[in-house]
């Protein structure tokens, strides 16, 4: 048997659509089965059970004793009868469209929803989910759009979250049915109020009502039958999606501006009207409010590009400066070798003072190497703390993609120049100290092994003779 033969199979044993209790994993429900070859179907759906059903289950109501193979129940037998259903990630399976108000909650995360009594003309989307005929074999993926603001963040439902949903893409239609379906007309329902809920400031129970309230001005508060929000969905489909659709940055501005229309346009005597032309005024507040934002983004477009070329260009300063540095130390570097070369090399003081000589300028060198990374170091991180200040104001304008791409990206690029620098220069230090360190190690070892030369004697005058008396 294939779903939608099931599905038949029910409602011939009794099951009405709506009313039989269907949840996502299972449908149960209690009949009779006098007519012969009704019940020849269930032993025979029992027996070979299709790979969509996980298992069918047919036993005496109020008992665990199940229907024998060749058992032929007297009239008006009361039984039990429970069909399970396979269960697929991210798929939600029913035999009837009119089970889907009680599936508010399953249809989170779900990309596809296959119904049995469903017709290939009757599938249709939204920006979250496929609503389809239940195949016999494999369903195909369903790729979702993109997460779009949350509702709750800015319609405040004091009914502890069971009124505003989380994701709007589930009631968001995307693309409608040829032909209309129980699961469509009953999907319609649902979306509709959650619609409703989502572009109002405020939701709240009071009683068995749902109380929507507009902030204005005026100020409405009000409640709406199901058949009241059927006649006005596809006005709530163009609102919600435009408010919610548009991106997440001023979600909250056209919220705002959405609600103040509709409630503009309420009329208790006249509620197919609320919302009519509602979404073209928002529009065009939204249009002349982008236009005098405009000027801030500007300024603030100005004072980025600005600051990242001061940036840039303080970033590469400091390359320079320690590359300028390194000549610095290095002409420090070459006095040892200096007093090496014009001392006389077999007197031992003229060693040990090149090696004390050699070892000052190693310290020397890696003392202000550090010194000099240490300040760039504070400087950079302070150059960090800065943009954090502007780019808060500056994401009132821009999204955290733009402020990349205009000012993170070419700053890092800068830093990534001078950290290869920074590399290169510390590799010539370390090379430098190690040769110093060397040279010092040598001069030491000479000083200590070389031999005591001993002056020669001086020649005496000789002292005049003294003549004869």
Known sequence: MSPSEVASLLIETGAVPGEI???AGIISFSAVLDNPATLAKWKALRAQVPSFLAEVSI???GTDVDLDEDEMPPPGTQFSIAVRKAQADGQLSLFFGASLKRMENELAGKSVVCIADMTSMSTFTTHRSRYQRWPDGVVA????????????RIAHDASDGEIVPSDIRIWLLQSRPTDSSAAFQTWRFMSARKLMSSLSNQVFKQGNDTVFQLSGPPSRRFS???SDLLRIADRLDESATWVFGSGHR???TRHLLVAAEWARTYREEALDKLGDGGLDSAKAAYAAYVKTGSKETLKALSDLRKTVNEDAQKTTQKAQDLSAGLWKDLAIATVPFVIKVLSDATKSENLWIACVFAIGAAIFLGVSYNLQTFMNRRFFAAQQASRNVWRKRLNQVLTNAEIEEISEGPI???LKDYDIIKTVVQWVYNVLIAVLVLFAA???YSAVTAPETTPLPTAQPRSPATPPT
Do not use: C, I, V
């Open 250 to 252: 001023d979600a909250d």
């Open 59 to 61: 036993t005496r109501h």
């Open 442 to 444: 040598f001069q030491a």
């Open 412 to 414: 890092n690029e800068s």
């Open 141 to 152: 993926n369903f790729t979702a759009s993109e997460a779009m603001p949350n509702p709750r």
């Open 21 to 23: 209790l269907e949840r």
């Open 224 to 226: 709406l039958s199901d």
